[in-house]
RNA sequence: GGGGGCAUAGCCAAGUGGUAAGGCAAGGGACUGCAAAUCCCUCAUCCCCGGUUCAAAUCCGGGUGCCCCCUCCA
């Protein structure tokens, strides 16, 4: 079956066909890192994430890039106040994007470019656009002609005239038409630089994505996304700067996913309404707020409150039991063959799964896919014969669906215990036979003030952590 | 002024013509020495008003409320 992924481009549900044979380029807007990031900026890395993993399930060899903004107004604002140097500022805060993309289970791309190491290329790319009448200088700055390129505009749905007609563009007499932006800036006294055929200056915000994505994946790739806000102007004019500067078609899908919102406002750095992964993650266990981020479609947009994280705590419980259940149940298993009634069923969920992911990526429905699954693995574990092949199959469902694909099941057993808990949980075992309950109670009673639960089952007694 | 989006149970949320998925929470039952876990059951006329249709949460028209983009922003 094939992926179905809705263009901003074509404002429609296309089929996924790459460029070259079964190889995906995707080119996903990174972070600009002068703070710590907050859990918008992480649902487009967490969504992608998950897109990159099922596609590469799918069979397909993905190369996936994303860069970092480590030069940029922002940057350079927040050195100064800081009165550190901008790369110091960037350093530290892509230090901490790894560290909190680690802790949400999102995986390094391939390649993480950073802006300031591709300033040649940046340089030449903007020659390029001067030589060809798409840009021109004035006074050290460097401004793409935007009247130049007749389709701009074209991935954000706005002619010319209705973004001109638009109250907010900025007024700059410098520039030949309001639309027109920088691909190059001039140093003011002090400021970070490089030197350029236009003197000391720094490169635009757009021009480095142009500039790397070229680099690492060629004039034309496959999916290039980011969030909505950045559909214009950002994405409009790396457009406008690659294909004049190719001649290629620069992407062929543009994926935008929503915001989320705080309240009735959308939560953005700039509003200061922010809620920052590096606190959450305090509070919450990463996993959740990686379910809470998958569990809308990627389009629509998200309301944040801290309760509805609790509530994505509770659901993650049953995706930890159903492995507990599974593992404990391996224990008083038989061999055997895995049965043919496991192998339908999981092939009907995968069709399922399978099904929801490549309809737009709808990620709300596969996890809803996942918890059938945990209602067929529960009800398998409670039969009375089982053999240990039928529930290593259900298991390795678990972990390509729940975990290597969705990152959000924990397949790995928990830490052995000490031996003071083994103990006392000997004793317990002891107690009961002897139907001593009293003190049997008293002893679950103290373990789980340890953190530890203990539970009953046919199979015995079992443990696990709070 | 132009361009988009959203409104489904206490909460999260899927569903784009065929009679409301899934999860969290809650209540009841089974199992258990008691629990826990698990399983079963219960819990929505889909923002409002019209219209089209045998049939509408889904299509059309008109409202209401909220959000976003056209400026840095995921």
Redesign the pocket.
């Known amino acids: 079956m094939t992926t179905r992924l809705y263009n901003t481009l074509t ?1 429609t549900r296309e089929e996924l066909r790459p460029l070259t044979d079964n190889k995906v380029k995707m080119y996903v ?4 890192v002068y ?1 710590y ?5 992480a ?3 967490v969504f992608f994430d998950v897109v990159r993993r099922y596609l590469q399930y799918k069979g397909f060899e993905v190369t996936y890039v994303q860069n970092f ?1 480590d030069v ?3 940057l350079i604002k927040a050195a100064q106040e800081e009165g550190v140097a901008v790369p110091e500022l960037a350093e530290r805060y892509i230090a901490a994007y790894f560290e909190d993309m680690d802790a949400l289970g999102v995986k390094r791309a391939d390649v993480h470019p950073r802006a300031t190491e591709h300033i040649p290329e940046m340089i030449e790319a903007i020659q390029n656009l001067i030589d060809k009448g798409h840009a021109y200088e004035i006074n050290g700055d460097v401004y793409f002609r935007s009247l130049s390129k007749e389709d701009y505009g074209k991935l ?4 010319i ?10 007024v700059n007499e410098r520039k030949e038409n ?2 027109d ?1 920088a691909l190059w800036k001039a140093a003011k006294p002090g400021e970070i630089s490089w030197d350029s055929p236009w003197g000391k200056g720094r490169p635009g ?2 021009i480095e994505c142009s500039a790397m994505a070229r680099k690492y994946l060629g004039d034309s790739i496959d999916i290039h996304a ?9 994405h409009e ?1 790396e457009i406008a700067q690659s294909e004049c500067w190719t001649g290629e078609t620069f992407a062929q899908y543009w994926l ?16 200061g309404n ?1 809620v920052r992964v590096k606190e959450l993650r305090e509070e919450y266990e990463p996993r959740a707020l990686r379910y ?1 981020l998958l ?3 990627y ?5 944040f ?1 801290y ?2 994280i ?6 993650l ?2 995706f930890d ?2 492995v ?2 599974l593992r404990h149940r391996m224990e008083a298993a038989v061999d055997g063959e895995p049965s043919s009634a496991v192998e339908a069923r999981l092939k009907e969920l995968t069709q399922a799964f399978e099904e ?1 992911m490549d ?2 990526f ?1 990620t ?2 596969a ?6 699954g ?6 398998w ?2 039969k009375d014969v089982v053999s240990k092949q039928s529930l290593e199959r259900i298991l390795q469902w678990f972990r390509v669906f729940g975990s290597d694909i969705l990152g959000l099941m924990e397949l790995e057993p928990e830490e052995i215990l000490d031996s003071e808990i083994e103990a006392l949980i000997e004793e ?1 075992i002891q ?2 036979k002897e ?1 001593n ?2 003190r ?2 008293e002893i ?1 009673d103290r373990l789980q003030e340890m953190g530890i ?6 199979q015995g ?2 443990w ?1 952590k709070k």
């Open positions: 404002r807007c990174g972070p600009t703070n990031i907050h859990i918008g900026n649902r487009v890395f903004t940029d107004d922002k954000s749905h706005q002619s005239d209705e973004l001109k007609s638009g109250a907010r563009i900025e309001p639309l932006f915000w757009h980011g969030g909505m806000d950045l559909c214009f102007p950002h004019n935008h996913n929503g915001y989320i919102n705080m309240g009735n406002e959308k939560m953005s750095k700039s509003l922010i809470f569990s809308a479609h389009r629509n947009p998200i309301s409150r309760d509805t609790r509530q994505f705590e509770g659901a419980e049953r039991t159903v507990t259940n929801a309809d737009d709808n709300a429905n996890i809803s896919v996942l918890f059938d945990v209602k067929f693995a529960n009800d574990v409670a317990r107690a009961r139907r309950f009293a049997a109670d679950r639960i203990l539970e009953d089952t046919p007694t079992r696990r």
